[in-house]
């Protein structure tokens, strides 16, 4: 059984085995909760970043799926970056959001990691309906075979942290 447990922060701030990056496909840095997680991990994760555009995604990382780097000197083990879908009022792009999810519990078990830290993924800059993407994660956290033990999702506000409240009820 995973337990999920909501916090209101800053994600940077997180303990966790692994701390899921919404990153964007070019791997190499963004705005929002992918900027700061660079920021305060250090150039280390953009180094394995780099390393995996010259390798196994040298046209990017797609969207809805995962991949694991090391976390540089954020207080986890690895961090696991992945795309989330840009909201789409005229396609529904809603099983490549629970696949960023589904996807990130797999690598986490392919590491090993027991606790692992969510943003909200899509609902910034990529403008998906908080209370949509927060029926989503939730959702597929509860639905999916994972030896996880904790999931956190670490909103960044409070308006996100009641959303996420709502779903698990
Ligand atoms: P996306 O491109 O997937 O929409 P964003 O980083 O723009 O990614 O936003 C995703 C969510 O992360 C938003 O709800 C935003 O408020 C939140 N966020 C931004 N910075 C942080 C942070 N330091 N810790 C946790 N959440 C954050």
């Known amino acids: 059984m995973t337990t999920i447990r909501l916090v209101q922060g800053d994600i940077t701030r997180e303990s966790a085995d692994a701390i899921v990056n919404a ?8 705005g ?6 660079h920021r305060r991990g250090g150039p280390a994760i953009l180094a394995e970043c780099r ?14 799926q995962a991949v694991a ?4 000197e954020l207080d986890a083990r690895w961090v696991i970056h992945t795309v989330g879908p840009v909201w789409s009022a005229t396609e529904d792009r809603s099983e490549l959001l629970a696949s960023c999810h589904r996807e990130a519990l797999r690598v986490a078990d392919e590491l090993g990691a027991r606790t692992v830290a969510f943003p909200a993924i899509s609902t910034g800059v990529y403008r998906w309906p908080i209370e949509d993407a927060a029926r989503i994660a939730v959702e597929t956290v509860r639905s999916a075979p994972t030896d996880v033990e904790e999931v956190r999702f670490v909103l960044f506000d409070e308006r996100a942290y009641d959303a996420f409240a709502r779903q698990l009820g």
Do not use: C, E, F, H
């Open 51 to 64: 390393k995996l555009r010259a390798s196994r995604y040298g046209k990017g990382l797609p969207a809805g």
């Open 32 to 37: 929002g909760v992918d900027g700061a997680i």
């Open 23 to 30: 990153a964007n496909s070019s791997l190499l840095g963004g």
């Open 69 to 72: 780097t090391t976390a540089g």
